[in-house]
Structure formats: C-alpha cells, structure tokens
C-alpha cells in the first residue's frame, strides 16, 4: 500500500488487512498454551435423594461450596436447618442473595460403574 499515511481511510484499510493475522496469531497462542479452553464440555448430572425427595444434581468439581436453591431446600425439608446468621451475598457471573447456611444434611447417590478396557 502506498496511500498516505496520514489519511484516515488509508489507516482504516491497514487496519482491516492487519486485523486478522493478529487475531490468528493470538488463536494460535491460545491453542498452544490453553487447550482445554477449545474442548467440548460434557456436564456431569447425578440422580440423588435428600430426605427422601428425589434430585438430578449438576456437579461441579470446581466449586469450593454446595448451593441449592430455596425452593429445592424447601421441598427436601432442609430450611428449618438454615443459619441464617450466615446471610450475604454471592458474586461471580451476576451476583444473587445468599440466605444462610445449613451445616450438614445426608445426601444419598446412585452410583453407576461400567466396565472398560484399553485396546
């Protein structure tokens, strides 16, 4: 390109035929050193009974706490053990009112196990 370097218009044309080898370029960065990121995620459900009441709960390996919901704690008979002196609020993606904290109740599992072999 041999417009001139001062005019808007030729600085918006490099831009747009520079743009895409810079966003290549971090593509390529992102692939080497964080993989994982480009992975399809399968999300890991489990059935499992609280005080008799039926669940599929999400789990996740990476939360540093257990959250249910106060409907879902209302229906498992749970809220007459909140602490409600643990009352706050949570942030993360949006933020959402935290009403207290139950310290122990007994969650039950169904487990499945499969068999498999590396061939």
């Known amino acids: 390109m041999y417009a001139d370097p001062f005019d808007v218009e030729a600085q918006r044309k490099i831009e747009v035929a520079i743009r895409p080898k810079g966003i290549d370029e971090k593509l390529a960065t992102a692939l080497e050193y ?25 789990v996740d390996s990476g939360a540093q706490s257990t959250i249910i919901s106060k409907s879902c704690a209302e ?6 053990l909140l602490d409600e002196r643990y009352k706050g609020v949570a942030h993360g993606v949006g933020q959402s009112e935290i009403l ?3 310290f122990f109740f007994l969650i039950f599992f169904q487990v499945f196990c499969t068999k498999s072999s590396i061939i």
């Open 100 to 102: 207290g904290l139950i």
């Open 75 to 80: 229906r498992c008979g749970l809220l007459r």
């Open 34 to 58: 964080n993989p994982e990121a480009f992975a399809r995620v399968v999300m890991l459900y489990v059935d499992m009974e609280v005080n008799g009441v039926p669940l599929k709960a999400f």
